[in-house]
């Protein structure tokens, strides 16, 4: 073994113990792992950006908008280049948040990120959530017309319809869930909760696998490279 | 006459011999009625190719695209087509540059045939997906509705909202937080300030800052994100200005922690088991970590109040908090807090949308049954 491999196995190690501390309680070891991963994160990611966000999307296209006007370089290089200029100025208005006095800028880039985060979601949302959905709970009716569905699969179109009106109903808010209104939401809530069931169990599979590889690399790689220090 | 019939044979086998060796040795006829055309409801990044397909015993057993640009050299640009295939869409042009194709038709025997190269074509981008008419239809009738409504509230007429038990809970957690005279810890989770949980959070949190202004109760808030953060320190920072407290805000209190996940789930549970918070919220858009957080804020003993949109996280939410927000609740939550005219007109406009998506799986499944299948059409098309 590697001394270098050797060394990554005993931090990361010792880091995954420090994490698992937790589990008792609040302790200077786990401090120190929470603290060096927090602190490393933001140090990746102020790296990514700058090499992914910034240069590429803010350096570079600002200083081919201005290379025209540089001494030099002949004009007809271009203007349209300057429509550039608008995006990172929007951009520069976040720093507004540096000085009490201008805080009032951050408003304009915000409103532009939501209202246009929202316009994108909006059709997305109809098109996948609604006009797909309908059309999926609606659909295995003309096979239950055509006679090509089994019985199963009747009574499974069946329900469909049954959770997909009862769901919506519960999420029906402008009126009072009294009456026939209050039994078909708590049906609906029903067919939400065994849904959630078993996406729970679903997830705690696939945590129980991240557990058993962790596991797998302290028997195996960890306590396996005993061997190297004798 | 025996002798004549043996003539008669040869020849008929020699010409037999000579049709089938020109048959086989003939090449491929040359792909017929190539087009190029500019992709239709695109940003003008691609161009569509099409041709008449091969007969089956043409020999032909796969297509290569060959393009130039602006009258130059031409070139490949796709891996081999199967001998099917009648359509290629050119996703790799050169945008503002004009590009003519050749189809190439490549036999078992390894020979190719060329079509006629196309016209040359430039891509452009269009403004309005026709395709998406439908789409935009309907989002015009919903907006219609929601205006319509916001007026009528506006207007003054009262609009009911059932009661959401999580949000009745946010009171009483304020309120228990101040008693115990300890803070109150808000999440806003992973998403970036444009995702729709994130807005919906912020907008709960702004209401949760009112409160905390009147009772003089820290608010503190980790974030995620740092454009969030901006965000969330000027909502509340109105907050506390409308409830006439702008000394009480402490613009410390929402703070950048890191924008890894996992970073961040360590760094909030610090913040819990240290700060011990007596209510924890939990509203937004959540991943992987939602468990580890609201695990840690049982184990401190403060109410928790969780919402978030994202299906597979509530399951966790729900085993480990007090009160969960599913779903659509949390983007209700807002209007049902602050009673907002505007809000809760916009939430009747929503109302109203369900009730047409109702009547549409109730009335398709009763055409379906009956053979007309338009509705199933019609959405097919949209999508």
Not at chain 2, 240 to 251: I, M, S, T, V
Request: aromatic residues 12%; hydrophobic residues 45%; glycine residues 10%.
């Amino acid at each position: 073994m590697e001394l270098i491999d050797f060394i990554g196995i005993w931090i990361a190690a010792f880091l995954t113990l420090c994490i698992y501390s937790f589990l008792y309680r609040d302790n200077p070891f786990y401090r120190f792992a929470e603290h060096l991963f927090v602190g490393m994160s933001v140090g990746y990611t102020i790296t990514i950006s700058i090499y992914q966000g910034f240069i590429p999307f803010a350096w570079e296209p600002f200083w081919e908008a201005i290379k025209p006007f540089w001494p030099g370089v002949p004009r007809e290089a271009g203007w349209s280049g300057l429509w550039k200029l608008i995006p990172i100025g929007i951009g520069l208005l976040f720093f507004g948040g540096v000085s009490p006095r201008y805080t009032w800028l951050i408003r304009y880039p915000s409103a532009i990120l939501i209202g246009l985060g929202a316009g994108l979601a909006i059709p997305n949302v109809l098109r996948a959530d609604i006009f797909e959905q309908t059309r999926g709970t609606v659909e295995p009716f003309a096979s239950i017309n055509a006679g090509t569905l089994s019985i199963w699969g009747i009574l499974g179109a069946i329900l469909m319809v049954v959770g997909v009106v009862c769901t919506l109903i519960y999420f029906y808010f402008s009126v009072e869930h009294r009456g026939p209104v209050n039994w078909l939401s708590k049906v609906g809530i029903a067919f939400l909760m065994i849904g959630f069931g078993s996406a729970f169990g679903n997830t705690v599979m696939g945590r129980v696998a991240l557990l058993i590889q962790r596991v797998d690399f302290l028997i195996n790689d960890w306590i396996g490279s005993f061997g190297a220090l004798f | 006459m025996i002798h004549n019939k043996t003539i008669l044979w040869v020849l008929t086998c020699l010409v037999l011999f000579l049709c089938g060796t020109f048959a086989f040795s003939q090449e491929p006829a040359a792909p017929s009625n190539v087009t190029a055309k500019d992709t239709p409801n695109d940003d003008g990044s691609s161009i569509t190719i099409t041709w008449d397909a091969a007969p089956e015993d043409s020999g032909v057993v796969g297509y290569k695209i060959l393009r130039n640009s602006d009258a130059g050299e031409f070139e490949e640009v796709s891996k081999q087509l199967d001998a099917n295939e009648t359509k290629y869409e050119d996703k790799t042009i050169i945008k503002g540059k004009t590009h003519a194709y050749i189809v190439r038709a490549i036999t078992d025997a390894d020979a190719s045939v060329d079509s006629q190269q196309t016209d040359a074509v430039q891509a452009k981008g269009q403004w309005f997906h026709t395709g998406k008419t439908p789409l935009f239809i309907a989002m015009l009738l919903f907006s219609a509705a929601i205006v319509w409504n916001i007026y009528n509230a506006r207007s003054g007429k009262e609009i009911f909202v059932r009661r959401i038990p999580g949000l009745e809970a946010v009171d009483e957690a304020i309120g228990r937080a101040t008693e115990m005279g300890r803070s109150i810890l808000y999440s806003t989770g992973l998403g970036g300030v444009s995702g729709v949980a994130t807005v919906a959070s912020m907008t709960i949190l702004a209401q949760v800052a009112r409160r905390t202004a009147n009772y003089e109760t820290p608010l503190r808030v980790p974030s995620n994100d740092p454009i969030v953060m901006n965000v969330v320190r000027e909502m509340v920072k109105n907050a506390y200005l409308e409830e006439g407290r702008p000394d009480a805000y402490n613009e410390e209190n929402i703070f950048f922690l890191t924008e890894d996940q996992f970073a961040y789930a360590a760094g909030v549970d610090g913040i819990m088991v240290r700060e011990k918070p007596a209510a924890v919220f939990l509203q937004g858009s959540f991943a992987a970590e939602s468990l580890i957080l609201a695990e840690t804020g049982n184990s401190i003993g403060a109410i928790q109040i969780a919402g978030t949109d994202s299906e597979h996280q509530l399951p966790f939410f729900i085993a480990a908090c007090d009160y969960t927000l599913i779903g659509e609740e949390l983007y209700a939550a807002s209007a049902y807090l602050s009673k907002e005219p505007m809000l809760l007109g916009s939430l009747r406009g929503q109302d109203w949308g369900k009730v047409i998506l109702f009547a549409a799986i109730i009335l398709g499944v009763f055409l379906e049954l009956s053979g007309i299948t338009w509705i199933t059409e019609f959405l097919q098309r949209v999508n």
